[in-house]
């Protein structure tokens, strides 16, 4: 029986979205069992279906503004961070929440802990590739200011997340770079390609922001201050796209004729682009499964985070980057 | 009478689509007069249309592969050197090259030399936004591993070039970060952060990757790493999405119906992301006018390049931005 908690109050539409996908996700039997973690008397009212639904009260919330230190001191009792204590104690097997994504960070590695051996747990996001496939980005903005050796345990998390949850034997690893030739990249890159040779992972060597969805790698590692731009130009590209095809359709008769004909192919592209339909991205690093989603997350997203941190829990994601770890860094 | 060198040899069509590209560029009465360097005896069974068409020879080329130092120490005679060398004699004003980009600054730097209180020139890629106006890309490649000083005169370059050439009178100025808060950035950014708010421009302060393209800032300020990745992405994205398109019509009969409607919207859309509609990107703080383009260049793209560099030459790009950096930095 998976069990699962969920931020009720993290997220720019909590609590009523997050409730909602809550339920949506016991109803399509996603989980067993949800965890809301909140304030017991907002959240209380908003349930409709309490099937597999319980609530564990927490009087605070961490805002969206909130710095991760300032969040770390003073929201102890946050319903972000009764989630990552149900996971420390056993009672449930992953955590999801919306909320403020730097404070997060800094409560998973506080409650339950870093991983041996990784010093800088990474935000991995899934983006649909041009071949049908998935590549993750990692990481995509949990840590600036990498050094070398932080970027070697993104790739080899990289690699035990894409080996362990998409079934791919051995993951191409790139390392984000401004060009695939052997003198390009910055200080930081230069010394991690080199060290990148001496790991027993599938390396590459260099990719290109191109190489980000079209296929060419499953693993593209980056610092989190160039993970994240690449993930939000991502983002705000495809909304541009869809924005600019609304427009025109509105515009002409032709064009809303031809729209008819072609709505499948939009809505298929919708859902690729669409942050909802990924749900979240995993937090590796940080001892147990944590699913760090949008802060627009609306109730689709929430039900989809959680039916990536049950897809996590049956794969025993935890395990398998434990013990990934474990094989590199002792041999 | 505007007087223009192009780079024969330069991009991966040379010399066939630089020479049909000048030609069309004359034919268009775009400029009067284009010198082609590189190859002679390559150079000119090429040419079909000699009208307004000269030939300068070089020896040697700058193949795509070498090192910025490589190139400039073995190739001082190549087809791209001697377009800046024209440049800087005075037989040209401008130049353009599909060539190496990293021997390209090198060169310009070289032989043009900066303008003064510029230490680093910088690309300055031009983004269509979704408001229907352009936002600048600068640094786009040239310089990873920047210092503050450098974003600075970025910032101030990029504020000159969309006012001389857009006509925008107070350019919004973003700094690229993984947020817009103020606790966000990095190391580099955060120092830039605080010093742009001490000199003479419209600084926005904090953007992200999805404001490239949404219309909400004028000019994105980053490293050229981190430039090199965003644009990279854009261009990847775009394409990807395309080609999404195109494999959807391929399979459906439905669809091909409603691509035949919507055929306008699909031509706008790929003209915006298009590289060879823009023509290609001006290299900002060497004391001339000198357009990059992408390497896959066609002759579209040579003609767009070279028509940007004929509105440069009229705009009095390379005064303005002069005035502008002894005005900043006598004051």
């Known amino acids: 029986m998976a069990r699962i908690a969920v931020d009720a109050m993290g997220g720019d539409f909590a609590p009523q979205a997050v409730v909602r996908g809550?339920?949506?996700?016991?109803?399509?039997?996603?989980?067993?069992?949800?965890?809301?973690?909140?304030?017991?008397?907002?959240?209380?009212?908003?349930?409709?279906?309490?099937?597999?639904?319980?609530?564990?009260?927490?009087?605070?919330?961490?805002?969206?503004?909130?710095?991760?230190?300032?969040?770390?001191?003073?929201?102890?009792?946050?319903?972000?961070?009764?989630?990552?204590?149900?996971?420390?104690?056993g009672a449930v097997q992953a955590v999801v929440t919306a909320g403020n994504s730097g404070a997060a960070l800094a409560f998973a590695i506080f409650t339950l802990g870093r991983i041996g051996m990784v010093d800088r747990p990474a935000i991995a996001t899934i983006h649909p590739n041009i071949k049908g496939g998935i590549t993750v980005l990692m990481d995509a903005g949990g840590n600036v200011d990498c050094k070398p050796a932080h970027l070697i345990q993104f790739a080899i998390m990289g690699d035990a997340f894409v080996r362990s949850v998409f079934g791919i034997k051995s993951p191409r690893i790139g390392l984000l770079s401004n060009g695939q030739e052997e003198t390009k990249g910055n200080e930081l890159t230069r010394e991690v390609h080199t060290m990148m040779k001496s790991i027993d992972v599938n390396y590459i060597g260099y990719v290109e922001g191109t190489d980000l969805h079209n296929g060419c790698?499953?693993?593209?590692?980056?610092?989190?201050?160039?993970?994240?731009?690449?993930?939000?130009?991502?983002?705000g590209i495809a909304e541009s796209l869809l924005s600019f095809f609304k427009e025109s359709v509105e515009k002409s008769i032709t064009k809303r004729i031809g729209y008819f004909f072609m709505k499948d192919a939009f809505e298929e592209l919708r859902k690729k682009v669409d942050y909802s339909e990924h749900g979240g991205a995993p937090l590796l690093g940080v001892d147990g499964i944590c699913i760090i989603c949008h802060g627009k997350s609306d109730e689709k997203a929430i039900k989809n985070a959680i039916r990536l941190a049950r897809n996590f829990i049956d794969k025993n994601l935890n395990e398998s980057i434990k013990e990934t770890m474990i094989s590199y860094f002792q041999s």
Chains 1, 2 share one sequence.
Request: a negative charge; glycine letters at 6%; proline letters at 5%.
């Open 22 to 89: 809550a339920e949506s996700a016991c109803r399509e039997k996603i989980v067993e069992q949800i965890i809301l973690t909140g304030n017991e008397d907002l959240i209380k009212p908003l349930i409709k279906e309490p099937k597999g639904i319980e609530i564990v009260h927490a009087p605070v919330s961490v805002e969206m503004h909130e710095t991760p230190s300032g969040a770390l001191r003073k929201k102890r009792d946050s319903s972000m961070n009764r989630g990552f204590e149900l996971l420390k104690s």
């Open 217 to 235: 790698t499953d693993v593209v590692v980056c610092d989190g201050f160039v993970g994240n731009v690449a993930l939000k130009i991502s983002e």
